[in-house]
């Protein structure tokens, strides 16, 4: 079937306003990761759904972030009172089994100014 | 927790021979995945190994050694459209989550 979709692919926001970040996973598949990658950087790991288990959140970087994993397949990303330093490649990825072998999606460029 | 390290930036040939190192340091992982990533493109999956040794996956090789907590991509006949970025990571044995490189920039020149 159809990859893993994620929408808007740009998102130019203004300081202090909050952004929603969509991910649709590969269908049928059980996990969800959210990763951030800044420019020349490598991909930093901030949440990862499991089924109906209880997310890991230990990569979100502060409370403004959270996120959230509807009926086990779309995923929303929120950034609440955005700053500057937020501006990067939010990339989402999905696999049905092992965790080595992740499906990314095209990634939502988000800007703050 | 994980680190790994990888060189920043390598340049060959189009026809030549490239080796992507990458070393770690971690408490225990599963094994040692590669991906590459195109300019403004999502990464995708390349090689994954468990065990050590060689994985061979056309051009493409991967090499684990988890005395040496070191690994490498090799890739043959390089062709221009594997410049790119190269990423390793490791899934650690507590979660399911990958920790990556920071990515080789792999230029190839004709």
């Known amino acids: 079937g159809a990859g893993v979709s994620q929408s808007p692919s740009n998102k130019v926001t203004e300081k202090g306003k909050d952004v929603e970040l969509r991910c649709d996973p590969i269908?049928?598949?059980?996990?969800l990761y959210w990763y951030r990658q800044s420019l020349g950087q490598g991909l930093e790991f901030l949440i990862y759904?499991?089924?109906?288990?209880?997310?890991?959140k230990s990569g979100l970087p502060s409370d403004r972030f959270s996120a959230e994993r509807t009926g086990g397949s779309v995923s929303t990303l929120t950034i609440q009172r955005t700053q500057q330093e937020d501006s990067a490649v939010y990339l989402c990825?999905?696999?049905?089994?092992?965790?080595?072998?992740?499906?990314f999606g095209p990634g939502t460029r988000l800007t703050v100014l | 927790g994980q680190s790994l390290e990888q060189p920043s930036e390598v340049t060959a040939v189009e026809g030549a021979i490239v080796q992507i190192n990458c070393t770690y340091q971690?408490?225990?992982?599963?094994?040692l995945s590669w991906y590459q990533q195109h300019d403004g493109g999502a990464p995708t999956f390349l090689s994954y190994n468990a065990l050590d040794g060689l994985e061979e996956t056309g051009r493409f090789s991967s090499f684990l050694s988890r005395s040496d907590s070191y690994g490498y991509l090799l890739l043959q006949e390089l062709q221009m459209k594997d410049s790119a970025s190269y990423f390793c990571?490791?899934?650690?044995?507590?979660?399911?989550?990958?920790?990556f490189g920071g990515g080789t920039r792999l230029m190839v020149k004709p």
């Open positions: 990825a999905s696999t049905l089994g092992s965790a080595d072998t992740q499906y």
């Open positions: 990571a490791v899934r650690d044995l507590a979660g399911n989550m990958l920790t």
């Open positions: 759904f499991q089924g109906n288990s209880a997310p890991d």
């Open positions: 269908s049928g598949h059980t996990a």
């Open positions: 971690t408490s225990g992982f599963y094994g």
